[in-house]
């Protein structure tokens, strides 16, 4: 089994869901979490945190379909790359669902030359920026950075590795 690891940042859950989330990221990593909440003042209300975790290969992608069964959450999972697979992320907002990607040890969103070839396929100016602004997935980011940001006084995260 290939050991791997990653984060886990919900921006915003209702007080009644965080003892779900806790069960359900524990539950797809096979060991009860505690989380440490803080309110989310973009959201009155909401709570949210972050949690770093160590895994088998695949975990991110576990703990994203446990938690997207509860439509009033936003969150990202990311996980690191392994010997299994590659570094990824995925994205989830209630308006837009679930939006994963690939990424490069840095943190950047690595678009594979197929899905590049389809976006060039209709090279009209306002399609293909269009095509490429889902390949980013910047709807998701524009609807989730005021959340990521309200986390600005937050205590600091090292990165397990860069570069």
């Known amino acids: 089994m290939t050991t791997t690891r990653g984060i886990v940042q919900i921006h915003s859950a209702p007080s009644a869901l965080r003892p779900h989330v806790e069960w359900a990221v524990g539950g797809a990593l096979g060991a009860p979490v505690e989380l440490q909440w803080d309110a989310q003042p973009v959201e009155p209300g909401s709570y949210r945190c972050e949690y770093a975790w160590t895994g088998p290969a695949g975990s991110a992608a576990r703990i994203t379909s446990a938690m997207m069964r509860w439509a009033r959450l936003r969150f990202e999972v990311?996980?690191?790359?392994?010997?299994?697979a590659e570094a990824c992320?995925?994205?989830?907002?209630?308006?837009?669902?679930?939006?994963?990607?690939?990424?490069?040890?840095?943190g950047d969103i690595v678009v594979d030359e197929n899905r590049l070839r389809a976006a060039l396929l209709n090279p009209?100016?306002?399609?293909?920026?269009?095509?490429?602004?889902?390949?980013l997935g910047s709807a998701w980011d524009a609807e989730l950075e005021p959340f990521?940001?309200?986390g600005d006084g937050a205590p600091v995260r090292w990165l397990h590795r860069v570069g």
């Open 148 to 150: 990521r940001l309200a």
């Open 78 to 84: 990311t996980e690191d790359a392994s010997a299994a």
């Open 89 to 106: 992320r995925y994205s989830y907002t209630p308006n837009l669902g679930v939006f994963h990607a690939a990424t490069s040890p840095s």
């Open 124 to 135: 009209d100016g306002p399609q293909l920026r269009t095509s490429l602004e889902a390949l």
